[in-house]
């Protein structure tokens, strides 16, 4: 699994929903296709929003997150890697060339 390379954007895996509860910091997230129920940081269900309107790469993913929360860009950026991955695990977003 990789956190994107050069040319490549993220996006969420068409072909089912994607069912989010949010509780403060907390989001329970329910993937129809897997039926698997996850319990999520809100910032990687924001990333999840970005990417529901547009595939990105990461740069593009860090920047616009940079946007909505307060995190210098060195520990915003080891975030985002770290949540990319793990939801591709969970096999709600994919690499697209």
């Given at each position: ?72 860009q060195e520990g915003l950026a ?20």
């Amino acid at each position: 699994m990789a956190a994107g390379g050069e040319g490549m954007r993220w996006r969420v895996i068409s072909g089912f929903e994607l069912l989010m509860q949010q509780w403060d910091d907390e989001v329970v997230l329910f993937h129809s296709g897997t039926g698997n129920t996850h319990l999520l940081e809100s910032n990687a269900c924001q990333l999840i929003q970005i990417l529901q309107q547009s595939p990105e790469d990461t740069a593009g993913l860090i920047r616009s997150l940079s946007a909505r929360l307060s995190l210098d860009q060195e520990g915003l950026a080891a975030y985002v890697q770290r949540a990319l991955v793990e939801l591709q695990r969970l096999d709600i977003l994919a690499l697209e060339a």
